[in-house]
């Protein structure tokens, strides 16, 4: 549906408040929280840090993410959106705002360690400054920018999809994504038909609930590459054969991985 009766929204003069924090507590169990205003933990995202967890994802992983999701969850706090009834006009803005804005200059933690403001904190012993995208002249590295590098603002879009998406899954969150995956990807991602029955195969694996034959254990399932003629003694529907089976006249040719397999008996269930 267009929205085309909500006016544009003006992030020209925006600032991202410095709200809430991203906690380490030192706990193997929840090594990181996300905290509101007030220092309460953001319920959503410590679910999904425990998913995160869960996926044997470790604790740089755990904060990487968190990172990420405190930047969305300031622009929610300042914008006064509720994380669940955020839409794609929402996160269209924010990756628009990553990517026209300046990054947020805070005071270095050690200042504020120190119990200094911005006012009171010492002044750099130099005044000159690294024109951005200068590399270094000792490990080459170039200076960050004064704008999200975009490298910054793809993992972040794809750490807000993915939180999404386990919410939508659980049922806790949005039934839209606000974070949609790119048209010209979809074409390979589950649905949610085929994500009940959990990921999409691989290629060349049976997909979920598919069933199976029942083969005799040691059977190879490599089909004759060179499509000759069954030995006498097979089907012509027989396409596969235990491994070992001896070669006759008619298999010189054969792969040694490609062998028709023999007769039917009574052991094979079809």
């Known amino acids: 549906m267009l929205q085309g009766d909500v006016p544009e929204r003006d992030l020209t003069a925006f ?10 507590t030192g706990n193997q169990w929840a090594p990181y929280q996300l905290l509101d205003q007030d220092g309460v ?31 969305w969850w ?23 705002w990553m ?11 050690r200042h504020r360690k120190a119990g200094h403001s911005e006012e009171t904190a010492p002044k750099p012993r130099t005044t000159r400054k ?5 590399p270094n002249a000792i490990t080459g590295k170039v200076s960050p920018g004064p ?10 879009e794809t750490v807000l999809r993915t939180f ?8 806790t969150g ?30 060349g694996q049976a997909a979920t609930g598919r069933p199976s034959r029942n083969v005799r254990p040691g059977a190879s399932r490599t089909r004759c590459s060179t499509h000759c003629s069954p030995p006498s003694g097979t089907t012509e529907i027989a396409l596969y054969w235990p491994s070992g089976f001896p070669t006759g006249p008619a298999q010189k040719n054969c792969s040694p991985v490609g062998r028709a397999m023999p007769s039917l008996d009574s052991s094979w269930s079809v």
């Open 15 to 24: 600032a991202l408040p410095e709200l809430g924090r991203l906690h380490e």
């Open 41 to 71: 933990v953001v319920d959503p995202v410590r679910v999904f840090f425990a998913e995160l967890q869960a996926e044997d994802k470790p604790a740089s992983t755990v904060r990487s993410y968190g990172m990420d999701l405190l930047r």
């Open 74 to 96: 300031r622009f929610l706090w300042a914008l006064d959106i509720e994380w669940n009834r955020a839409t794609r006009m929402d996160a269209r803005d924010f990756i628009r």
């Open 99 to 109: 990517q026209i804005a300046n990054k947020p200059q805070r005071l270095h933690w």
């Open 130 to 134: 690294k024109i951005p995208g200068t």
């Open 147 to 156: 704008q999200y590098a975009a490298r910054t603002r793809a993992h972040c």
């Open 164 to 171: 999404y998406d386990f919410h939508r899954d659980e049922g």
């Open 174 to 203: 949005p039934i839209i994504n606000p974070f949609p995956l790119d048209r010209s990807r979809r074409s390979g991602r589950a649905t949610p038909t085929t994500r009940l029955a959990g990921p999409l195969p691989k290629s």
